[in-house]
């Protein structure tokens, strides 16, 4: 019989946003590898190196996953917006700019803070517990 005493929701919440940060973190480094990667390959081929921005990553990454090309819906709308804005033009220029490279690596920053803060909360909770 296992004697453990039971996990406290703020210990069940901090071991779950650790999860989800380690997640993030380490999904996003390891994508921003890959695109840096590809743009390294690309630029050695090619001579010219290739610009990836936020709208065309998140364009391929709902229209693989999540939209077809006859749905409505929010996603729905929201590729059509990325496809051809109508409002909020100044967002739609900044999406188109700013390098998708730049936007997963911060993600990965995001992430990985995430991940050491709530594994230091829980392991300074182990201390003072025990």
């Not at 380690?22 to 630029?43: E, K, P």
């Not at 391929?60 to 059509?80: E, M, P, T, Y």
């Not at 690596?105 to 992430?111: K, P, R, Y």
């Not at 803060?117 to 909770?125: I, N, T, V």
Request: hydrophobic fraction near 50%; include cysteine.
């Amino acid at each position: 019989m296992n004697s453990a005493a039971p996990v406290s929701w703020r210990d069940a919440a901090l071991q779950t946003a650790r999860a989800v940060g380690a997640v993030v973190g380490f999904g996003c480094l390891a994508a921003f590898l890959c695109l840096i990667s590809l743009q390294i390959y690309l630029w050695l081929r090619d001579g010219v190196w290739a610009h990836f921005g936020v709208s065309e990553g998140l364009r391929a990454g709902l229209s693989i996953c999540c939209v077809k090309d006859d749905d409505a819906g929010r996603l729905a709308a929201l590729v059509h917006w990325l496809d051809a804005p109508a409002t909020w033009l100044g967002l739609h220029r900044l999406l188109e700019l700013l390098p998708a490279s730049l936007a997963l690596f911060a993600l990965s920053i995001l992430g990985n803070s995430i991940f050491i803060y709530c594994r230091d909360r829980l392991d300074e909770r182990r201390r003072d517990a025990g």
